[in-house]
């Protein structure tokens, strides 16, 4: 299936992405997790007005649980809960729906294809996770599995999920600032700013031990805006293997994505054209 478009909604921008004759056309955009339904569409509507050709399908990735693809079970961005693909379709063509994190693994198989097991984590806004292994999705009895940043971890001030510790949101709430401020205070070294940041790398090393010990993946491929703070994945690649079997821990290949800024739009776009069933 040609002429299609793909578009990865994220708790704070989307981006929306086509090809024409090879040559990309994508547009970003600022969303928020209180974002109305209506201006997403109206963004998504105007980007494919704007494309020389009539779309043959729309592959839309979201954050939050999806139910099939063609329903949107619950979001962080709040006005998605319960909508449908017909929303967005309006009859003009078909629409599928795909979890964010799932659409990233989608797009990363195609890379490794010779490999039994990939996991591909995304930390950025939150932290999620799919598993690729023997030729399908794990994807749990309802198509939920991967809710990696919901897993409890326990801290000094209680139980926590691990979002709120290692996910970009909740590392921005716990310094009080915007991304901007936090990345300048990191370059200017300020100690508060830096063990928060080295904190939230080590407990998403941990949850890198956990997803090797419980998959024992050939492959863990590592995306989102938060891996590429400074000294985050430093600090995550050395508290995993501090903490997992060595013999689990050396085969496996950690590498970032191959298109970290466009993975989860070109996942949602393969898995239209595919019509894989997760």
Request: with cysteine; charged share 20%.
């Amino acid at each position: 299936m040609d002429r299609v478009v793909g578009v990865d909604m994220g708790c704070t921008k989307m981006l929306m992405y086509a090809e024409v004759e090879g040559k990309p056309i994508e547009k970003k955009v600022p969303t928020g997790l209180d974002c109305p339904i209506e201006r997403l569409k109206q963004e998504i509507d105007s980007f494919i007005e704007s494309l020389p050709f009539v779309p043959a399908g729309l592959g839309m990735a979201v954050p939050g649980l999806v139910e099939g693809d063609h329903r949107v079970k619950h979001s962080d961005i709040r006005s998605l809960s319960g909508i449908t693909t017909d929303y967005f379709g309006t009859g003009r063509f078909p629409v599928r729906f795909i979890n964010d994190v799932k659409s990233a693994t989608v797009a990363e198989t195609v890379h490794y294809k010779d490999k039994d097991t990939i996991a591909v984590i995304m930390a950025g806004s939150g932290v999620a996770l799919g598993v690729y292994s023997k030729g399908r999705m794990i994807t749990g009895a309802h198509g939920f599995a991967g809710e990696l940043g919901y897993c409890m971890i326990q801290t000094e001030n209680g139980p926590q999920t691990l979002d709120s510790m290692a996910g970009g949101i909740g590392i921005l709430n716990r310094a009080g600032c915007g991304i901007d401020e936090f990345l300048e205070r990191i370059s200017r070294k300020e100690p508060e700013a830096i063990q928060l940041l080295e904190q939230a790398g080590a407990h998403f090393g941990l949850a890198l031990t956990n997803v090797i010990h419980l998959f024992n993946p050939d492959v863990i491929v590592i995306g989102g805006s938060t891996a590429t703070y400074p000294g985050y994945m430093e600090h995550a690649l050395e508290t995993a293997k501090m903490h997992t079997l060595p013999d689990m821990f050396k085969p496996c290949l950690i590498a970032p994505a191959k298109d970290g800024k466009r993975i989860v739009a070109l996942g949602a776009m393969e898995y239209l054209r595919s019509g894989m069933q997760l």
